[in-house]
């Protein structure tokens, strides 16, 4: 079983910035692969980004250069940085893992993950 916390999200104006942060329980950290997915209302979640073992990336087209996905294996975190936001990025955004991850895989897919954090609210304005 894998716990997941994740903080930062808030009401940032168009044009602002908003650093998401991930904490998962665990000593294998290291051995995770790691993803941000996010649900607009009414809409199904879906991958915004995500990242492989050996930090390997993967973006969502709409946020590509915007949008920065890392992780710190000493401090069991992972981060999305996110710049220029806009209104359509509005969306509960959710942290996930896959356990047992080859190393230079991430994965995209929703139905890939194993476990899920609470999700935390992010709300751009125009």
């Known amino acids: 079983q894998v716990q997941l916390v994740e903080s930062g999200g808030g009401l940032v104006q168009a044009g602002g910035s908003l650093r998401l942060s991930c904490g998962a329980s665990?000593?294998?950290?290291?051995?995770?692969?790691m993803g941000w997915l996010l649900q607009a209302p009414g809409k199904e979640r879906q991958s915004v980004a995500a990242i492989s073992r050996n930090g390997g990336t993967y973006y969502k087209d709409s946020v590509k250069g915007r949008f920065t996905i890392s992780r710190d294996n000493a401090k069991n975190t992972v981060y999305l940085q996110m710049n220029s936001l806009k209104p359509e990025d509005t969306a509960i955004y959710y942290c996930?893992?896959?356990?047992?991850?080859?190393?230079?895989?991430?994965?995209?897919?929703?139905?890939?993950?194993?476990?899920w954090g609470q999700g935390t609210q992010v709300s751009v304005s125009a």
């Open positions: 996930a893992v896959k356990t047992g991850a080859p190393y230079f895989i991430y994965y995209t897919e929703v139905s890939q993950y194993d476990y």
């Open positions: 665990g000593r294998t950290f290291s051995n995770y692969a």
